[in-house]
């Protein structure tokens, strides 16, 4: 059974900090990585897709890298706003098109 | 081109009542996926549909759920009898190929009276 593991479960930083957030999971026998923001209250907005052929994917001052054989996954985030003060989630889909998610970081961003 | 809709938005029922979440995916995506997140909780996989199909239903709880997606018309998640414990939001999500991106709805926040 596939598990999704985030580490930190909250983080707090001072405005204008990069910062890394992980992501970790059990079965590596995945076919896509996806990682989310969800602000409170409202629904998922997605952020990155990695295959699973591919090392990382940018967007913005968004990085995401996957290393599959390793379980492990990390979202950069370049020169925080405070703008960016969400919950971050990660979601490993398989093949078969499901999805496991983890249980998020929250990220406060303070001015 | 519109996203994924979701309605209601919010929906109170009292214990025993039925509760319907409709989802309209978004135009082109023939794949549906529901996702329930309990207060305080992550997001916790429910069912996955394609037309007229449902491909994956481990995550659904064996009695009371269930999920339809038409040929024509929304998906429904159809919840029978409801209890308190199934005060949650209900996401919906769409794709276009079950391995694509997954676009989210707003959800529907279910209250149970």
């Known amino acids: 059974k596939q598990e999704v593991t985030q580490i930190p479960a909250a983080l707090s930083v001072p405005e204008g900090e990069n910062l890394v957030l992980n992501c970790s999971f059990t079965d590596s026998a995945i076919y896509n990585l996806q990682w989310f923001r969800q602000d409170p209250g409202k629904g998922l907005t997605s952020l990155l897709l990695?295959?699973?052929?591919?090392r990382e994917q940018t967007s913005g001052r968004l990085n995401a890298s996957l290393d599959k054989s390793s379980g492990r996954s990390t979202l950069y985030i370049a020169a925080s706003q405070p703008g960016d003060s969400a919950t971050y989630l990660c979601a490993v889909i398989t093949n078969a098109g499901k999805s496991t998610f983890g249980d998020g970081t929250t990220l406060t961003v303070k001015p | 081109n519109a996203g994924v809709m979701q309605n209601p938005r919010h929906l109170v029922r009292r214990r025993g009542q039925e509760a319907r979440l409709r989802c309209s995916p978004m135009k082109g995506h023939s794949h549906v996926y529901w996702y329930r997140q309990l207060p305080e909780e992550g997001l916790k996989f429910m069912v996955y549909?394609?037309?007229?199909?449902?491909?994956?239903e481990s995550g659904m709880p064996k009695e009371r759920f269930s999920a339809e997606f038409p040929k024509e018309g929304p998906s429904i998640l159809r919840i029978q009898q409801v209890v308190r414990g199934d005060s949650a939001a209900y996401f919906c999500a769409s794709s276009r190929q079950g391995t694509d991106t997954q676009y989210f709805g707003p959800g529907t926040r279910l209250t149970v009276l």
């Open positions: 549909l394609q037309k007229e199909n449902i491909i994956d």
């Open positions: 990695i295959q699973s052929s591919q």
